[in-house]
């Protein structure tokens, strides 16, 4: 996590931790993504973010080959991860893709 302040915003660059081949790590994910959503509501309160990185999720069908075989199968692409995303979104960040 790098975070950088600027007069008016705040620059965050992330490497999401990866729950990793057959999920072993998604609880640990679920943690940090808790995490992260809090820390981002205490920053936004004081200045606009930018938040950009590798935040390992597949939000939608779209950004999968085949996402009906790889739901809650394949890392970035469970419900919890993706929830945890929307989550985000609401917060206020944009998905820019």
Same mark, same amino acid.
């Given at each position: ?31 940090? /993504?808790?995490?992260?959503? #809090?820390?981002? $509501?205490? +920053? %936004? *309160? ?32 469970? /419900?919890?991860?993706?929830? #945890?995303?929307? $989550?985000? +979104? %609401? *917060? ?6």
């Amino acid at each position: 996590l790098i975070l950088a302040e600027y007069e008016k915003f705040y620059l965050i660059n992330a490497y999401v931790p990866n729950s990793g081949r057959g999920l072993v790590n998604l609880a640990k994910r679920k943690v940090w /993504d808790k995490f992260f959503l #809090d820390y981002i $509501r205490e +920053l %936004d *309160a004081v200045k606009p973010i930018i938040y950009t990185g590798d935040l390992n999720v597949a939000h939608q069908e779209i950004d999968l080959a085949n996402p009906k075989t790889n739901r809650n199968k394949t890392a970035g692409f469970t /419900d919890q991860e993706r929830g #945890d995303f929307t $989550r985000l +979104l %609401d *917060a206020g960040m944009i998905d820019s893709h």
